[in-house]
């Protein structure tokens, strides 16, 4: 019986073996992938020459249409199902080097050349690069029965969830194995820095360890994600995509308060908003109904941008850069795609062409901001008396000239919009632009506003410095010799004042003359009288109730913190938008209006062809990109690579996938099962057996995967430049764990700071401020906080999608001797103190730290340097300061590993 059995198996081996030896022998040979197998071809050897950029003898291999049209010599390089036939593979083949092709490169190889020729026999498919293709649901790979479904599936003890299952799968496909799971200790601190960029509170550390229950990991993470410090952790990674910063930017780099931008992101992040409305209010929380200030400050996101103050410049100039800025990071940001090229010319190597920069620029032409001193337009952020003021004044309106008129009272008090600012003036005699940002006027002076929509409109509000007495202003309609519209004098002031004029009712548009003139300026020829900053053609406060108007003038003219928002023009001061040839500003050609790019997701039906319609294709599910590009994100600040290395760029120039299908399978449930939750997609990361992997490196699979690429292990990471001090200032004690508020200075030595403009320094915060988290340290453009810097932070003049980490000598150095970490030192070793045992007090420092044991080798070395170090002269850091800023050194401590 035993032995039939046996000679049956064998039969059926035989028969196996026959079956797959004929199998690949006359089965039929996979047709070639485009996108795998040609496209990288073309890429790398044609498209230089061929492409976006340049299109020599008029072929292009950007898009199929481009690529099987005839060329200059009136050949088709391609004829599908033709290749004998085809120019392209003639000339490939040529041995002339002046004929041949590439022009004057080395030829391709035989492998490239029939791989070619395969493609255009099978009738030359083009294919749309992966990343560019809509996001769909993915199979998560399981292990399956085997030997035609007699032998059942195994069951994998290391899998936790399904992201393991496709790391599994990959890992099989080459052979590795995974590690085992990291020691309590080292996962609680990973986790910890990975979710609130600190290490974990002494108190959830005891508590965790101290638990053997199944659930016991799953609980701190909950607890870390419920951390308020979870908002400021994932704040900061969004602050270098913000290019967020304190100042301006550019010469004079002067102060800006924008940082309730940031407070912002801290409470969207903690309160889990989920991520298509995150960026919905950040691209067009203005133009939603009746929007909140949380709403309008989200939108400083695109406020960010620099702004140049220096005298003599072009402020269209440099409020066209702004624009350009706000596309370019954009796409970079919150799509992962290079796409600055495009300004100049069509995209080299991905389906974009010149004009659909400009189309999508169009979205962002209209905005009222024009490079203003003042950084108009602004919120102004009512609180209190003024807040209660503000809501009962509304409700007056209302009830007596309607809803629309309380709207515009409102909107008005909120932002001075909508206003015309003086820097628009233009046809100047005896005026100009003072320091190219306010209307400056002297005696008989003359300046246009041109356009201004009188449409009954019967006030003008304006604000204007007065600096000599006796000055009067004529408005003119058409001309300076039009009809007067107005004559008013304007009082000495030294100070930003504003007031009003009442005006005739005023009917279509028209060019307003101004005509300044003042007796106290005769003999001061060259001296300006007035100064001013904008004009407001709006209508009379409704009649009826001085104390409201008393009120409402209070209101308008009370000094309040501001920050700046994104606001579109009004209809009457709509910019259109042109296609820059070549990208130049200055040279414009058609006109175009707002649209995406064919190539990607269809603009959704009924949306308005302004900002808010952009966000809503932006979040739209079927955009390929956005969550993508988030996921990927997420993944890397996990793991140190993302799934698609280059965040910055998915395009097909971007690094490979490793994972492709487990991205599409994140980036599906992230839209449609988690809803756009970041902490939920966080939640499954860090739950997963491969994010708990021991980071060790075994030489078995280190042979086969130096980089970790198929993630056999979990990585090893120095901490990020805000992670390293806010992880000193924790461990020693120091850390001011306040939320929210302005920006702080912690110590830096003079001199850091040149501001020869305005003389301003750098002052040291009091108190507990200089020892906040690094994220709430005043960010200057031009001048950056050293330490941070040091460790690869960047100076966010521009979007950073990605900081590639550097490993240098100056990081040694800053470490230890940068005042912070020596503070430091000195404070956790002061907590070190108190026992006898110099071996203990080592242990408890390391312990406070790493929240195990320090092995005794590296105790011994600690105990020779306390040693050394206690035989130092005068004036050197005490023995046990030295020890600790040892501690703080080592490289477990600043790596997450």
């Known amino acids: 019986m035993l032995a039939r059995h046996k000679r049956l198996l064998l039969a059926v081996a035989i028969l196996l073996s026959i079956a797959l030896v004929s199998w690949r022998i006359f089965s039929p040979r996979r047709p070639i992938d485009f996108n795998t197998q040609v496209k990288p071809i073309l890429n790398k050897k044609c498209i230089i020459c061929h492409g976006g950029v340049r299109r020599q003898a008029d072929l292009s291999f950007l898009f199929r249409a481009d690529a099987l049209g005839k060329t200059k010599s009136g050949k088709r390089a391609i004829i599908?199902?033709?290749?004998?036939?085809?120019?392209?593979?003639?000339?490939?083949?040529?041995?002339?080097?002046?004929?041949?092709?590439?022009?004057?490169?080395?030829?391709?190889?035989?492998?490239?050349?029939?791989?070619?020729?395969?493609?255009?026999?099978?009738?030359?498919?083009?294919?749309?690069?992966?990343?560019?293709?809509?996001?769909?649901?993915?199979?998560?790979?399981?292990?399956?029965?085997?030997?035609?479904?007699?032998?059942?599936?195994?069951?994998?003890?290391?899998?936790?969830?399904?992201?393991?299952?496709?790391?599994?799968?990959?890992?099989?496909?080459?052979?590795?194995?995974?590690?085992?799971?990291?020691?309590?200790?080292t996962l609680l601190r990973r986790v910890s820095l990975d979710l609130t960029g600190l290490p974990p509170s002494a108190a959830l550390a005891k508590r965790f360890l101290d638990d053997t229950s199944a659930g016991a990991y799953e609980r701190a993470v909950d607890t870390l994600l419920a951390s308020p410090h979870y908002g400021e952790r994932w704040a900061a990674l969004w602050l270098d995509l913000a290019r967020y910063a304190d100042t301006k930017g550019y010469e004079r780099d002067d102060s800006r308060s924008i940082w309730r931008y940031?407070?912002?992101?801290?409470?969207?992040?903690?309160?889990?908003?989920?991520?298509?409305?995150?960026?919905?209010?950040?691209?067009?929380?203005?133009?939603?109904?009746?929007?909140?200030d949380d709403q309008l400050i989200a939108t400083a996101f695109h406020r960010n941008t620099m702004t140049n103050d220096e005298g003599g410049t072009d402020n269209e100039e440099f409020r066209t850069a702004a624009v350009l800025d706000r596309v370019n990071t954009t796409w970079?940001?919150?799509?992962?795609?290079t796409f600055a090229c495009?300004?100049?010319?069509?995209?080299?190597?991905?389906?974009?062409?010149?004009?659909?920069?400009?189309?999508?620029?169009?979205?962002?032409?209209d905005t009222r901001d024009e490079d203003s001193y003042a950084d108009y337009p602004l919120l102004r952020k009512f609180s209190g008396e003024d807040s209660i003021g503000v809501a009962r004044l509304t409700d007056w309106v209302r009830s007596h000239s309607g809803e629309q008129r309380a709207a515009e009272v409102r909107w008005f008090l909120r932002t001075w919009q909508p206003a015309m600012n003086?820097?628009?003036?233009?046809?100047?005699?005896?005026?100009?632009?003072?320091?190219?940002?306010?209307?400056?006027?002297?005696?008989?002076?003359?300046?246009?506003?041109?356009?201004?929509?009188?449409?009954?409109?019967?006030?003008?509000?304006?604000?204007?410095?007065?600096?000599?007495?006796?000055?009067?202003?004529?408005?003119?309609?058409?001309?300076?010799?039009?009809?007067?519209?107005?004559?008013?004098?304007?009082?000495?002031?030294?100070?930003?004042?504003?007031?009003?004029?009442?005006?005739?009712?005023?009917?279509?548009?028209?060019?307003?003359?101004?005509?300044?003139?003042?007796?106290?300026?005769?003999?001061?020829?060259?001296?300006?009288?007035?100064?001013?900053?904008?004009?407001?053609?709006?209508?009379?406060?409704?009649?009826?109730?001085?104390?409201?108007?008393?009120?409402?003038?209070?209101?308008?003219?009370?000094?309040?913190?501001?920050?700046?928002?994104?606001?579109?023009?009004?209809?009457?001061?709509?910019?259109?938008?042109?296609?820059?040839?070549?990208?130049?500003?200055?040279?414009?050609?058609?006109?175009?209006?707002?649209?995406?790019?064919?190539?990607?997701?269809?603009?959704?039906?009924?949306?308005?062809?302004?900002?808010?319609?952009?966000?809503?294709?932006?979040?739209?599910?079927?955009?390929?990109?956005t969550a993508r590009t988030m996921v990927n994100r997420l993944w890397e600040q996990l793991f140190g690579t993302g799934l698609v290395e280059t965040l910055e760029d998915l395009g097909t120039q971007g690094a490979t996938p490793t994972h492709r299908e487990l991205l599409d399978f994140l980036a599906w449930r992230f839209m449609h099962e988690d809803g756009w939750s970041i902490k939920r997609m966080l939640r499954e990361i860090v739950l997963s057996a491969t994010y708990r992997q021991d980071s060790r490196v075994r030489a078995d699979a280190e042979a086969k995967d130096a980089d970790d690429r198929y993630y056999w292990r979990a990585p090893r990471v120095r901490l990020s430049a805000e992670e390293i001090r806010d992880q000193a200032l924790a461990v020693s004690g120091l850390l001011d764990e306040q939320l929210y508020g302005p920006s702080v200075m912690p110590w830096q030595p003079k001199g850091i700071w040149l501001s020869p403009w305005n003389g301003q320094d750098w002052q040291k915060s009091p108190g507990h401020d200089q020892y906040r988290r690094a994220l709430y340290t005043y960010w200057k453009r031009t001048a950056p906080y050293p330490s941070m810097i040091s460790f690869d932070g960047v100076a966010r003049e521009v979007c950073t999608a990605r900081r590639i980490r550097t490993n240098t000598p100056l990081q040694a150095l800053v470490l230890l001797n940068d005042s912070v970490y020596l503070e430091a030192a000195k404070h956790l070793a002061d907590k070190m103190r108190g026992g006898e045992d110099l071996g203990d007090a080592i242990q408890s420092g390391y312990g406070a730290i790493m929240l195990r044991a320090m092995s005794e080798k590296k105790v011994t070395a600690m105990m020779n340097l306390y040693a050394k170090a206690s035989k130092a002269g005068a004036g050197s850091p005490d023995a046990m300061t030295v020890v600790a800023s040892a501690l703080l050194n080592l490289d477990e401590v600043v790596t997450k590993n």
């Open 342 to 365: 495009v300004q100049c010319h069509s995209h080299p190597y991905d389906p974009f062409v010149h004009d659909d920069y400009y189309r999508f620029m169009a979205f962002f032409n």
């Open 332 to 337: 970079q940001a919150l799509m992962g795609t």
């Open 80 to 185: 599908p199902g033709d290749p004998d036939h085809s120019e392209m593979l003639r000339r490939l083949t040529l041995t002339d080097v002046e004929d041949r092709m590439p022009y004057k490169q080395p030829p391709l190889s035989k492998q490239e050349i029939a791989i070619l020729r395969d493609w255009i026999k099978e009738g030359a498919k083009w294919g749309d690069h992966w990343a560019y293709t809509p996001v769909h649901p993915v199979e998560v790979p399981r292990s399956k029965a085997s030997f035609f479904g007699l032998v059942g599936p195994a069951k994998n003890d290391w899998v936790r969830n399904d992201i393991d299952c496709f790391v599994w799968d990959k890992l099989k496909t080459v052979g590795l194995s995974p590690s085992q799971e990291a020691d309590k200790a």
């Open 422 to 625: 003086g820097l628009r003036a233009d046809r100047f005699v005896n005026a100009e632009l003072a320091d190219t940002k306010w209307l400056a006027m002297r005696d008989h002076g003359v300046a246009r506003l041109a356009g201004v929509d009188l449409e009954a409109r019967d006030q003008l509000i304006y604000r204007y410095i007065g600096f000599v007495k006796g000055g009067r202003l004529t408005l003119h309609l058409d001309s300076v010799r039009g009809p007067v519209l107005r004559e008013m004098p304007l009082d000495t002031s030294h100070n930003w004042t504003i007031a009003a004029a009442d005006l005739p009712v005023g009917k279509g548009m028209h060019d307003l003359y101004l005509c300044y003139e003042n007796p106290g300026l005769a003999k001061k020829p060259d001296m300006s009288g007035v100064q001013f900053d904008w004009f407001c053609f709006t209508h009379r406060f409704p009649q009826g109730d001085e104390a409201m108007k008393k009120l409402y003038w209070r209101l308008v003219s009370a000094d309040v913190p501001t920050v700046p928002v994104m606001m579109d023009n009004p209809r009457d001061m709509h910019r259109p938008t042109y296609v820059f040839e070549k990208g130049n500003w200055l040279v414009k050609g058609a006109r175009v209006e707002p649209a995406t790019p064919h190539t990607l997701n269809p603009f959704p039906t009924g949306a308005p062809r302004n900002r808010l319609g952009l966000a809503q294709w932006l979040t739209s599910p079927q955009n390929p990109l």
């Open 262 to 292: 940031r407070d912002w992101l801290i409470t969207a992040f903690n309160q889990d908003k989920p991520y298509d409305r995150f960026l919905v209010e950040q691209l067009a929380g203005d133009l939603l109904p009746n929007p909140t």
